[in-house]
């Protein structure tokens, strides 16, 4: 008993990303609390499919991300700057760095 929650209170306080991952659906994209703990960034690659006419949003196909179990994907990530969306084309291969916060996928990063 005493040494099974020894080892619970370890591995979490040793993993925080692997306590804010858990087995969210990838489709739904819902943070469940835990994943919410901290800013923790992500980094991707993929292409942009399209951009939001107010560009406040981007439609990238992404390759996998397994830091969040997530397979290649069509997805929707906000900006978290309009700026960020200017340089960028449809067609165009990206790397970016995303944060995801409220339920959002926030891209503050981004290049060519
Ligand atoms: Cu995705």
Redesign the pocket.
């Known amino acids: 008993m005493k040494t099974t929650s020894l080892l619970i209170a370890s591995l979490l306080s040793f993993s925080p990303f692997l306590f804010g991952m858990g087995d969210e659906p990838?489709d739904a994209?819902t943070d469940a609390p835990s994943a919410e703990v901290s800013s923790q960034m992500y980094k991707g690659t993929g292409k942009i499919k399209s951009i939001a006419e107010d560009h406040g949003s981007l439609r990238i196909f992404?390759d996998p991300?397994p830091e969040?179990k997530?397979?290649a994907?069509?997805?929707r990530f906000e900006v978290a700057d309009h700026d960020l969306t200017y340089p960028l084309e449809v067609g165009d291969t990206v790397r970016f760095e995303f944060i995801r916060k409220e339920g959002k996928?926030i891209i503050t990063k981004i290049s060519k």
């Open positions: 990838h994209h992404h991300i969040l997530w397979p994907m069509n997805m996928d």
